[in-house]
């Protein structure tokens, strides 16, 4: 019997299209498992044990394990999240095995973030100092990171952000730090009241 550590968000669907290529695996799951049930919910780090001889479509497996691809739909972010607030910023990223993104802002208003990933949007009220961080929780070849809200900001120190910042509206960005200038200048149109631009050479 093999040993299958559950990841961050997965249900057991998740696990069934892992291991076997289909949702058809649940039966060998439940089977294996003698504690398990359609309505366990499990936990990172949870230990299932499987046949690994038995797949229903190979394929699938193959591809999942070539490309990195992790199932983790969870229960309750299985549907798309949306907000009323206007989207300020998308953040694409341009490494599809960039694990997290990071980046600091100083301001006034609130920004919500929707991470590209299966974790829910995150509400973060402005002050002097702010410093966000997050680690994704699966792997896609093209991931945006939206951030929407109504707020100002003081500094925007874009350090941790792995890719290209696209900004799709009007907003106020008194100083914007980049660093090794990996950033095209273009989406600094849309700053309103600039007076610092920070180049840091890391």
Known sequence: MAKYKVKTNQNIFDVAIMLYGSIEGLFDLLISNDWLTMRTELKLGMELEYHDFYKTNEGIVSVIERR??????GERHVYHKSTDQPVVFVFAIADNEA???????SGTGTMIVDWGDNSPLEEVALTSDVRLEHWFDN???????KVHGDFQLGMFDAEGIPGTIYTMRPVEVNEFRCHKNKYPLDGLLLF????TIT???D
């Open 99 to 105: 694990d997290s993104i990071s980046f600091a802002v």
């Open 192 to 195: 309103e009241n600039l007076t």
């Open 68 to 73: 990195g691809y992790l199932a983790a739909n």
């Open 199 to 201: 180049y840091i050479e």
């Open 139 to 145: 792997k896609v070849e093209k991931r945006r990171v």
